[in-house]
């Protein structure tokens, strides 16, 4: 899943991935808090079912 718009984006892979290009490593879920430099109206994204917070100030 990509989150973001074209000026900059996270890259939120199913559990489980094969990171490419050596396909080796699997992707797993770690805690992140982000906070960025914003005038969007929305202040805060938690993504559904994972622990994941992207705060704009």
Do not use: C
Request: proline share 12%.
């Amino acid at each position: 899943m990509f989150v973001g718009d074209p000026s900059g984006y996270f890259v939120l892979p199913p559990v489980d991935r094969l990171w490419i290009p050596e396909e080796k490593q699997k992707a797993v879920i770690f805690p992140a808090e982000v906070t960025l430099a914003s005038e969007a109206p929305i202040t805060e994204y938690r993504a559904r079912d994972l622990p994941y917070v992207i705060r704009a100030e």
